[in-house]
């Protein structure tokens, strides 16, 4: 026995210490999903307003997290927000048959407000994969996980790193969407920042695979390339904020529920404006349990 855990040493190092190229051509859509720029505000007034939230994992069952996604409705019943985003991990168990998220998402449009929805590393844990949600999305009558859409003056782009690889595939497909796109504005969604694919983090993520470095350089020179401004993402739900790269920014959201570990949230929800006009984004980090303000960033793009 000691034998073969001897063994395994040199093939988990391997595993998690090298680039993952046997995943680069992994891409769950057999068809683009950036082919077509589908327009879900057209009542351009040169303000952007959006609600974001991360990490909700409305199913879980059990355990000490404290479920938020309440608030969320609340506040997109309440307030008039241009889009409704979640960046990931909406599910916890991943089944699509969950009455918990058919029931969140159904209340959250219920103003008609667009809500676009990406995929997480959870929404795989019952075996569905992107196109799997992307029908159950389309039902429920939301957007996403994959894909780009125009509102008002900000092109969205969300794309599908779940499985902690983009695949050069995904990636061309992108580039050629954001490199014709005639909107003034343009952001970047998706589940996992830049970081955790190559670091030990809350989720054991270093155990499932590395980010391949070569598709992260390509993406950065895509962003740099194409005026994409800002980035946005989650999953480490203790959130790492903003970062700064060659020619735009990153900032990695705090998670919507809330969990009593040293890597869990507070529980935080957050809400961008973008000023047409003047180019200025000001996004906010607000705490779930009473709605006040934590933080915000000002940042020209």
């Not at 995943?23 to 082919?35: H, I, K, Q, R, T």
Request: charged fraction near 25%.
């Amino acid at each position: 026995m000691i034998r073969k855990l001897f063994f395994l040493i040199p093939v988990l190092v391997l595993a998690t210490a090298c680039e993952v190229y046997f995943m680069d051509d992994v891409f769950a859509f057999d068809e683009n999903p950036f082919a077509a720029e589908e327009t879900i505000l057209s009542d351009d007034d040169g303000l952007f307003k959006a609600l974001i939230f991360t990490d909700a994992h409305i199913d879980k069952k059990g355990g000490s997290v404290r479920d938020w996604s309440q608030t969320i409705i609340s506040l997109a019943a309440e307030e008039d927000f241009d889009l409704v985003i979640s960046l990931g991990d909406l599910s916890d168990t991943g089944s699509i048959h969950s009455d918990e998220i058919g029931t969140f998402i159904r209340k959250v449009t219920e103003k008609e407000t667009p809500f676009l929805a990406l995929v997480g590393n959870h929404e795989l844990h019952s075996g569905y994969d992107a196109p799997d949600w992307k029908a159950f999305y389309h039902d429920m009558g939301a957007y996403g996980p994959v894909g780009c859409w125009r509102a008002g003056p900000v092109a969205i782009y969300a794309l599908d790193n779940s499985k902690r690889i983009f695949s050069a595939r995904q990636l061309e497909w992108f580039e050629q969407a954001v490199s014709s796109t005639d909107a003034k504005y343009r952001i970047v969604l998706m589940h996992e920042d830049f970081t955790s694919g190559d670091h030990f983090d809350q989720g054991m993520g270093f155990m499932y695979g590395s980010a391949d470095a070569g598709e992260w350089l390509y993406l950065m020179q895509i962003a740099a390339e194409n005026n994409v401004r800002l980035m946005l993402n989650g999953h480490r739900h203790n959130g790492g904020g903003l970062s700064q790269h060659k020619g735009f920014q990153e900032f990695n959201l705090d998670a919507l529920c809330e969990g009593s570990s040293i890597f869990s949230s507070e529980g935080k929800y957050y809400t961008l404006t973008l000023d047409e006009q003047t180019g200025t984004a000001v996004l906010r980090s607000w705490h779930a349990a009473d709605r006040s303000l934590e933080e915000s960033w000002t940042m020209q793009f």
